[in-house]
């Protein structure tokens, strides 16, 4: 892998592992057409923990809240209890994800090699996003949100593990179905990303090691993490603007033609 190649590599997941369009789908399409035979699993797990970073960073101020809520002993103000209900919420929601994560991780090398399923699953995520923006009532804040909408919630970023569906994009939508304010819908996505993303960056490191080596020449993961992290970074500023302005359907759009397309390219190759 060269320094170019990185460079593509680290601003796709930097763009797409926010914006809801799957960053799955397009590291495994940019792959393909780069002309990667087996997915770089150890570079993947570098992007990842790239994006991550960007995550925790964006989040600090409530991250901050809630590590604050949970060694504070004394009584809590309000707004410490409603971070407190924040951690509790999450880790409710870590467990569906936590149990379809284990699940789907058996047949990870299979859903990551297929064009297809990645295509059908663009598909699918860009019905998700106009289904959630187009019928969500939005009434519910985070006094309001209950352990039946972290579960739903939880359960569908499980199911994102199928690369095609975007987690951000599936969580939002899913979160704005039940009613939930655009803002909080937002905030608990990304925060409930952080303990799944440490997670399948675990096993996903693991393996990685197991059949890679590192590179002799780091040049080339260097770019592609910096670059992962910066576009990462931008691409939840953006996300969260287009949440608030309510331009979500744009990337159900987006979705659909670049799966029929692949589709098309794919079936169009075979005959």
């Not at 990842?48 to 009584?75: C, D, M, N, P, Q």
């Amino acid at each position: 892998m060269n320094i170019c190649q990185a460079l593509i590599l680290g601003v796709v997941q930097g763009a797409t592992e926010f914006l809801p369009v799957s960053s799955s789908a397009h590291l495994v399409i940019m792959q393909h057409y780069l002309g990667f035979k087996q997915p770089l699993l150890l570079f993947d797990a570098l992007l990842h923990t790239s994006t991550l970073v960007a995550v925790v960073i964006y989040f600090r101020k409530e991250i901050y809240g809630i590590v604050l809520s949970l060694i504070k002993f004394k009584k809590r103000n309000s707004e410490e209890t409603l971070y407190l209900k924040m951690f509790y919420l999450i880790i409710i929601g870590t467990i569906p994800t936590l149990i379809m994560g284990l699940f789907l991780n058996i047949w990870v090398d299979t859903l990551f090699s297929s064009i297809v399923l990645v295509s059908f699953m663009l598909i699918f995520t860009g019905i998700i996003l106009c289904l959630g923006e187009k019928r969500a009532k939005l009434s519910k804040g985070i006094k309001e949100m209950g352990i039946k909408n972290a579960l739903l919630i939880g359960l569908m970023q499980g199911i994102a593990i199928i690369p095609g569906i975007s987690r951000s994009g599936s969580t939002i939508s899913i979160s704005l179905l039940q009613g939930i304010k655009k803002e909080l819908a937002f905030r608990y996505s990304f925060l409930l990303s952080i303990p799944a993303i440490l997670g399948a960056l675990t096993i996903e490191a693991r393996e990685a090691f197991l059949k890679e080596n590192l590179p002799h020449n780091l040049a080339p993961w260097l770019v592609g993490a910096f670059s992962a992290f910066i576009v990462g970074y931008l691409s939840l500023l953006l996300l969260r603007n287009i949440i608030l302005k309510k331009k979500l359907f744009l990337f159900a759009f987006y979705c659909w033609i670049i799966g029929v397309g692949m589709l098309i390219l794919h079936f169009g190759k075979v005959r």
